[in-house]
T-cell receptor, first 112, second 117 residues
Framework: QKEVEQNSGPLSVPEGAIASLNCTYS??????FFWYRQYSGKSPELIMS????GDKEDGRFTAQLNKASQYVSLLIRDSQPSDSATYLC????????????FGSGTQLTVLP | GAVVSQHPSWVICKSGTSVKIECRSL??????MFWYRQFPKQSLMLMAT?????????EQGVEKDKFLINHASLTLSTLTVTSAHPEDSSFYIC?????????????FGPGTRLTVT
C-alpha cells in the first residue's frame, strides 16, 4: 500500500467551477499535511499547509483534513486556466526523520 | 514563503564528466536540505537528506559515490553528479526545511535540468 495516495487524474473542470482534489495517507501518526502545485517543467510550489482537523481557507483554496479518516483534500474555487497543473499531496511522517512523503500527484486541467 | 535558489538552472555535459549543482537558502538557515530527482511525467523521487555538518543520508538505490552531497553551511548544499551518463539526465530539485515556530514546512528550489550527451 502506498503511503500517500492520490487519484492521478487527469481531472478536467470548466473555468469558474470548483475543483476537488483528494488524498489519503496510511501513517495514522502523521501530523503535517501539505499541498504543492507543480507546473509542467517547474519545481513544486507550496500552496497550503494544514495541521488540524477541519478546514483552512486561503483565497480561492481550501484545505480540508480529517485525521480519523486519514483524508486530506484541496478545493479550488472559481477555477482558472492558470490553475492547470499537477497538484501534489505531501505528508510528514511520524518517524524521527520527519521527511515529506509525496503522492504521485493529480493532473488538473481547467478548461476555458 | 522562504526562498530557495539553485544554480545552474540547466546544464548540458558530456558523458563521463562531473557536474556540480548548488542549492542555497536565501533568507533563512536550513539545517536540513533534501535532493530530489524527477523524470518526465513521474513523481518526485527523494535521493538524499543533507544535514549541515554531517554526512548525507541516501535513499535505497541511490549511489552515494556517484551523487556526492556536501552541506557546507547552513545556507548551502551541493550535489555533484560524478562520471555522468545519459541515464542521469533528469530534473534535479533541492528543498530546504524551515521551522515556522509551530511546525516544519519545506520549500523547493527552481530545479536544475541536467542533460548528459
Amino acid at each position: 500500500q502506498k503511503e500517500v495516495e492520490q487519484n492521478s487524474g487527469p481531472l478536467s473542470v470548466p473555468e469558474g467551477a470548483i475543483a476537488s482534489l483528494n488524498c489519503t495517507y496510511s501513517d495514522r501518526g502523521s501530523q503535517s499535511f501539505f499541498w504543492y502545485r507543480q507546473y509542467s517543467g517547474k519545481s513544486p510550489e507550496l500552496i497550503m499547509s494544514i495541521y488540524s482537523n477541519g478546514d483552512k481557507e486561503d483565497g480561492r483554496f481550501t484545505a480540508q483534513l480529517n485525521k480519523a479518516s486519514q483524508y486530506v483534500s484541496l478545493l479550488i474555487r472559481d477555477s482558472q486556466p492558470s490553475d492547470s497543473a499537477t497538484y501534489l499531496c505531501a505528508v510528514i511522517s511520524s518517524g524521527s526523520a520527519r521527511q515529506l512523503t509525496f503522492g504521485s500527484g493529480t493532473q488538473l486541467t481547467v478548461l476555458p | 514563503g522562504a526562498v530557495v535558489s539553485q544554480h545552474p538552472s540547466w546544464v548540458i555535459c558530456k558523458s563521463g564528466t562531473s557536474v556540480k549543482i548548488e542549492c542555497r537558502s536565501l533568507d533563512f538557515q536550513a539545517t536540513t536540505m533534501f535532493w530530489y530527482r524527477q523524470f518526465p511525467k513521474q513523481s518526485l523521487m527523494l535521493m538524499a537528506t543533507s544535514n549541515e555538518g554531517s554526512k548525507a543520508t541516501y535513499e535505497q538505490g541511490v549511489e552515494k559515490d556517484k551523487f556526492l552531497i556536501n552541506h557546507a553551511s547552513l545556507t548551502l548544499s551541493t550535489l555533484t553528479v560524478t562520471s555522468a551518463h545519459p541515464e542521469d539526465s533528469s530534473f534535479y530539485i533541492c528543498s530546504a526545511k524551515i521551522f515556522t515556530g509551530t511546525d516544519y514546512e519545506q520549500y523547493f528550489g527552481p530545479g536544475t535540468r541536467l542533460t548528459v550527451t
